[in-house]
């Protein structure tokens, strides 16, 4: 192994001083342009000749890079920084060759500034290789093919996980007690140990991840050349200093100072003289380190992604909590404070180690657990909330939880075609209008304030303050607290409505079942009332409470409801299927079994009927009235239901707009299976004629009364 590298050295010796001696254009141009042998992504390992001979490069990732030849650099795309990983490890001494660089990603997302892992991506803290040699050992994931300058590079760029490689740490311990040959550190006192403890005078240097025993890289690493930047001192004219930072790569090489450009007109703008400045390459270079040339047993180190983790603000074996995360983009009076992104205050931090502190600002944040699917680009989707994250739009706290933004989901939310919104709008508006007609109907007539009658006002009441709430506030998600309570309103108004059709149906299979003959007084009737309002307020205000309770105290959880976060109602689909789509189902099937049971009571009812007597045949006809409207609204609710589940199959505008509007008229339903009653129309027909024989009584009365008197007169 030792002499095949001796003799590829010196083939590259013999290949340099050709490349010193001989300098024609069309060896530069060779070199500057793409052919088909040129096509070939470079390789960090066994692929020196080519990247020697090659000044820019043709491959599909080379726009990746911005190192294409022919290219104009107008949108400077290249978010990656070309980095020399063996000279921290101060080796070069013994090397026999210039380290052959590798492109990384040496930054945070925005969204991570400022914070932990952020300080040490970029190494603020100017720590050594031999303080801090973490800070130092690339890693590279196999899903994105990016090196990153370390671990936290990499995690804060949300690509720190299970396809995540770590480069090896590698130490020549001559002479030492080291009978390892390879080792994972998984606790911080083996870190001390081994690190600082063990290793301290040994020789150490940084290897790319490997295939077995080979030197093949078992990882993409895209390996460079260092250049002096692209910007050109004061003072140059503006025509130079564009070319030279736009125009395509091509290398050119001071012979003197050993500095590389990125193109020849970077070269000229620092005023270096076509003398000095070549297109061959005439530094020899290589990534294979010293050690991997040696026989002496050494000592290899990896270190657990796991550890790595627990080295940011938090601790990876516990669940990060909501009242624990910090945003650096809020301004605190105190220097001993910091923004809590969820309480949406400024609090003292005690232990920074323990918080998670990013750099976020966020109006509406959301913490979640919940599965979801990575792409190659870094970007997350959601896959119960259906939700897709660029890489820059989320924190990854751990492997299975993340902190995001809604304000873009607010701002993006789902919207309906106009015609859709004006249908809702009219039919929803009718039904509103049809529930004030059926309440003052009502009112005008005692006779029908009975036991069922109220708890159909009471259902109507729900209604109409359910969809009233959502016509005028559902869409108001500008306002957090007040589309908060909206969204609470909203669901409780509307359950409550399908607990008194509950109750409805109670009380009317009751009647035909167990007390078809026997009349209730008004008092007991009354209590019985104020327990079906118990009933109804509480069952319903139960559920809201537990919805609300996992919202405050877990909201990141997939069952939390979310009201208000993207509109004024239930915005997670989990919370909507436990907390509103689930209770209305097992109340609808309550429903559906107490009206069977009713016609089958009102049948048994019609024989009895011959025998019944006239007081009894009145209340046949009151309760019938009422199975009337019952009938027609327990229809309607599970049209509803028939409705959705077709829409939701067949994804058709059409079925959704046909959804939509039978779940807007509720109150039409009401309002005419009312009154379409004969009861009803007699009774009013009977109030009109008695006030019309009242007023000609009157009329005559009076007529009377004013001929007397005026005979009176007379006289």
Same mark, same amino acid.
């Given at each position: 192994?030792?002499?095949?590298?001796?003799?590829?050295?010196?083939?590259?010796?013999?290949?340099?001083?050709?490349?010193l001696t001989i300098d024609h254009d069309k060896q530069c141009s060779s070199r500057d342009t793409c052919s088909d042998s040129t096509l070939k992504s470079p390789s960090i390992y066994g692929d020196e000749p080519f990247i020697q001979?090659?000044?820019?490069?043709?491959?599909?990732?080379?726009?990746?890079?911005?190192?294409?030849?022919?290219?104009?650099?107008?949108?400077?795309?290249?978010?990656?920084?070309?980095?020399?990983?063996?000279?921290?490890?101060?080796?070069?001494?013994?090397?026999?060759?210039?380290?052959?660089?590798?492109?990384?990603?040496?930054?945070?997302?925005?969204?991570?500034?400022?914070?932990?892992?952020?300080?040490?991506?970029?190494?603020?803290?100017?720590? #050594?290789?031999?303080?801090?040699?973490?800070?130092?050992?690339?890693?590279?994931? =196999? +899903?994105?093919n990016i090196t990153y300058r370390n671990y936290y590079c990499a995690y804060c760029n949300n690509d720190a996980n299970f396809n995540i490689k770590l480069w090896e740490y590698k130490t020549n311990c001559a002479g030492n007690a080291?009978?390892?040959?390879?080792?994972?550190?998984?606790?911080?006192?083996?870190?001390?140990?081994?690190?600082? @403890?063990?290793?301290?005078?040994?020789?150490?240097? =940084?290897?790319?991840?490997?295939?077995?025993?080979?030197?093949?890289?078992?990882?993409?690493?895209?390996?460079?050349?260092?250049?002096?930047?692209?910007?050109?001192? &004061?003072? #140059?004219?503006?025509?130079?200093?564009?070319?030279?930072?736009?125009?395509?790569?091509?290398?050119?090489?001071?012979?003197?100072?050993?500095?590389?450009?990125?193109?020849?007109?970077?070269?000229?703008?620092?005023?270096?003289?076509?003398?000095? %400045?070549?297109?061959?390459?005439?530094?020899?270079?290589?990534?294979?380190?010293?050690?991997?040339?040696?026989?002496?047993?050494?000592?290899?180190?990896?270190?657990?992604?796991?550890? &790595?983790?627990?080295?940011?603000?938090?601790?990876?074996?516990?669940?990060?909590?909501?009242?624990?995360?910090?945003?650096? @983009?809020?301004?605190?009076?105190?220097?001993?404070?910091?923004?809590?992104?969820?309480?949406?205050?400024?609090?003292?931090?005690?232990? @920074?180690?323990?918080?998670? %502190?990013?750099?976020?600002?966020?109006?509406?944040?959301?913490?979640?657990?919940?599965?979801?699917?990575?792409?190659?680009?870094?970007?997350?989707?959601?896959?119960?909330?259906?939700?897709?994250?660029?890489?820059?739009?989320?924190?990854?706290?751990?492997?299975?939880?993340?902190?995001?933004?809604?304000?873009?989901?607010?701002?993006?939310?789902?919207?309906?075609?106009?015609?859709?919104?004006?249908?809702?709008?009219?039919?929803?508006?009718?039904?509103?209008?049809?529930?004030?007609?059926?309440?003052?109907?009502?009112?005008?007539?005692?006779?029908?304030?009975?036991?069922?009658?109220?708890?159909?006002?009471?259902?109507?009441?729900?209604?109409?303050?359910?969809?009233?709430?959502?016509?005028?506030?559902?869409d108001l998600v500008q306002y957090s607290s007040f589309c908060f309570t909206s969204a609470i309103f909203i669901h409780y108004f509307y359950l409550s409505s399908f607990f008194w059709l509950l109750i409805i149906a109670i009380q009317?299979?009751? #009647?035909?079942?167990?007390?078809?003959?026997?009349?209730?007084?008004?008092?007991?009737?009354?209590?019985?009332?104020?327990?079906?309002?118990?009933?109804?307020?509480?069952?319903?205000?139960?559920?809201?409470?537990?919805?609300?309770?996992?919202?405050?105290?877990?909201?990141?959880?997939?069952?939390?409801?979310?009201?208000?976060?993207?509109?004024?109602?239930?915005?997670?689909?989990?919370?909507?299927?436990?907390?509103?789509?689930?209770?209305?189902?097992?109340?609808?099937?309550?429903?559906?079994?107490?009206?069977?049971?009713?016609?089958?009571?009102?049948?048994?009812?019609?024989?009895?009927? +011959?025998?019944?007597?006239?007081?009894?045949?009145?209340?046949?006809?009151?309760?019938?009235?009422?199975?009337? =409207?019952?009938?027609?609204?327990?229809?309607?609710?599970? &049209?509803?239901?028939?409705?959705?589940?077709?829409?939701?199959?067949?994804?058709?505008?059409?079925?959704?707009? =046909?959804?939509?509007?039978?779940?807007?008229?509720?109150?039409?339903?009401?309002?005419?299976?009312?009154?379409?009653?004969?009861?009803?129309?007699?009774?009013?027909?009977?109030?009109?004629?008695?006030?019309?024989? %009242?007023?000609?009584?009157?009329?005559?009365?009076?007529?009377?009364?004013?001929?007397?008197?005026?005979?009176?007169?007379?006289?």
């Amino acid at each position: 192994m030792l002499k095949m590298r001796l003799h590829i050295f010196l083939i590259f010796l013999l290949y340099s001083s050709n490349c010193l001696t001989i300098d024609h254009d069309k060896q530069c141009s060779s070199r500057d342009t793409c052919s088909d042998s040129t096509l070939k992504s470079p390789s960090i390992y066994g692929d020196e000749p080519f990247i020697q001979h090659r000044n820019c490069f043709c491959d599909s990732v080379c726009q990746k890079y911005d190192d294409c030849c022919n290219q104009l650099n107008l949108l400077n795309l290249n978010n990656y920084e070309c980095i020399d990983f063996l000279s921290p490890t101060n080796l070069k001494n013994f090397l026999m060759f210039n380290p052959l660089s590798v492109w990384m990603r040496t930054k945070c997302l925005s969204i991570y500034v400022g914070s932990s892992s952020d300080i040490r991506c970029r190494n603020l803290n100017k720590q #050594t290789f031999i303080e801090n040699p973490l800070l130092y050992i690339p890693a590279t994931s =196999i +899903q994105t093919n990016i090196t990153y300058r370390n671990y936290y590079c990499a995690y804060c760029n949300n690509d720190a996980n299970f396809n995540i490689k770590l480069w090896e740490y590698k130490t020549n311990c001559a002479g030492n007690a080291t009978g390892y040959d390879y080792t994972i550190l998984s606790k911080e006192e083996q870190v001390d140990y081994y690190i600082h @403890s063990l290793t301290r005078n040994c020789s150490k240097t =940084i290897n790319y991840p490997r295939v077995g025993g080979t030197s093949q890289p078992s990882v993409f690493i895209r390996p460079c050349k260092i250049t002096v930047p692209s910007i050109c001192p &004061l003072g #140059t004219s503006d025509d130079l200093s564009q070319k030279c930072s736009q125009s395509n790569t091509a290398y050119r090489y001071d012979i003197i100072s050993k500095v590389t450009y990125r193109n020849s007109y970077c070269a000229k703008c620092h005023n270096r003289s076509d003398s000095t %400045i070549k297109c061959k390459d005439p530094i020899l270079r290589s990534s294979m380190s010293p050690m991997s040339q040696t026989r002496v047993p050494s000592l290899s180190i990896l270190f657990d992604p796991t550890l &790595l983790e627990r080295y940011l603000n938090y601790d990876s074996e516990n669940n990060a909590t909501t009242e624990r995360i910090y945003s650096l @983009s809020y301004t605190c009076e105190k220097s001993n404070e910091l923004y809590n992104l969820f309480l949406k205050k400024c609090s003292q931090i005690i232990n @920074s180690s323990k918080e998670i %502190i990013i750099s976020m600002k966020c109006s509406y944040p959301v913490q979640t657990s919940e599965d979801y699917t990575r792409y190659s680009n870094g970007s997350l989707y959601l896959i119960t909330q259906a939700i897709l994250l660029n890489r820059d739009e989320y924190v990854l706290v751990n492997d299975h939880r993340i902190v995001f933004c809604a304000d873009r989901l607010k701002q993006n939310r789902p919207t309906f075609s106009y015609y859709r919104n004006i249908i809702t709008l009219i039919c929803t508006s009718t039904s509103l209008v049809c529930l004030i007609i059926f309440v003052i109907a009502f009112w005008l007539i005692p006779s029908l304030h009975n036991l069922p009658g109220k708890c159909l006002l009471l259902l109507s009441i729900s209604i109409f303050i359910g969809q009233l709430t959502f016509i005028s506030t559902s869409d108001l998600v500008q306002y957090s607290s007040f589309c908060f309570t909206s969204a609470i309103f909203i669901h409780y108004f509307y359950l409550s409505s399908f607990f008194w059709l509950l109750i409805i149906a109670i009380q009317i299979h009751s #009647t035909f079942n167990y007390q078809l003959i026997r009349r209730e007084n008004n008092h007991k009737e009354k209590y019985r009332l104020i327990a079906y309002n118990i009933l109804v307020w509480c069952s319903t205000g139960i559920i809201i409470l537990i919805a609300c309770l996992i919202q405050f105290t877990n909201p990141d959880s997939n069952f939390s409801p979310n009201y208000g976060y993207v509109f004024c109602s239930i915005s997670k689909s989990n919370a909507m299927i436990l907390f509103f789509l689930v209770p209305i189902g097992c109340l609808l099937l309550i429903i559906a079994v107490l009206f069977i049971k009713t016609i089958l009571a009102i049948h048994h009812s019609h024989k009895m009927a +011959q025998i019944a007597i006239a007081s009894s045949s009145a209340l046949n006809n009151n309760y019938n009235n009422h199975i009337f =409207i019952y009938t027609r609204l327990a229809s309607l609710m599970g &049209l509803q239901w028939i409705l959705l589940v077709i829409a939701l199959i067949i994804q058709q505008t059409w079925s959704w707009i =046909i959804f939509e509007i039978i779940n807007s008229l509720p109150g039409v339903f009401i309002c005419f299976g009312f009154l379409c009653s004969q009861r009803l129309w007699n009774h009013i027909k009977q109030r009109v004629m008695t006030k019309i024989i %009242i007023r000609r009584q009157s009329s005559r009365s009076n007529t009377t009364s004013s001929a007397l008197m005026t005979m009176t007169f007379q006289r």
